[in-house]
Nanobody, 121 residues
Framework: QVQLVESGGRSVGYGGSLTLSCTASGQTDLIASWGWFRQAPGKQREGIAV???????TYANSVKGRFTISEDSAKKILYLQMTDLRFDDTARYYCAAARRESLARGDFEYWGQGSQVTVPD
């Protein structure tokens, strides 16, 4: 199994910056792909940034150019650097990971508890 723990979420002013971290533990060698998702109350969860096994980074259009995903492979930490934050970025942010066999299905079976990011209107 894989355990994921997010940290770094807080309230930040409009136009501000923030970096989230996700630390993986357990059977981390099972991870073939991992990335960041977010969900606001009453809205669908959306994938915002994914770092796959081929080191390809994919971003949602809503965050492209503002957010950057990166990782420390040795320490098994995933980061999300966020800049130019706006009200619509307010959501609970989740780190998720997928096993190799799950990639074809597009499933991320391991999830953290989430970290809240709030950008006041």
């Amino acid at each position: 199994q894989v355990q994921l723990v997010e940290s770094g979420g807080r309230s930040v002013g409009y136009g501000g910056s923030l970096t989230l971290s996700c630390t993986a533990s357990g059977q981390t060698d099972l991870i073939a792909s991992w990335g960041w998702f977010r969900q606001a109350p009453g809205k669908q969860r959306e994938g915002i940034a994914v770092f796959d096994s081929f080191r390809t980074k994919t971003y949602a259009n809503s965050v492209k150019g503002r957010f950057t995903i990166s990782e420390d492979s040795a320490k098994k930490i995933l980061y999300l650097q966020m800049t130019d934050l706006r009200f619509d970025d307010t959501a609970r942010y989740y780190c998720a990971a997928a096993r190799r066999e799950s990639l074809a299905r597009g499933d991320f079976e391991y999830w953290g508890q989430g970290s809240q990011v709030t950008v006041p209107d």
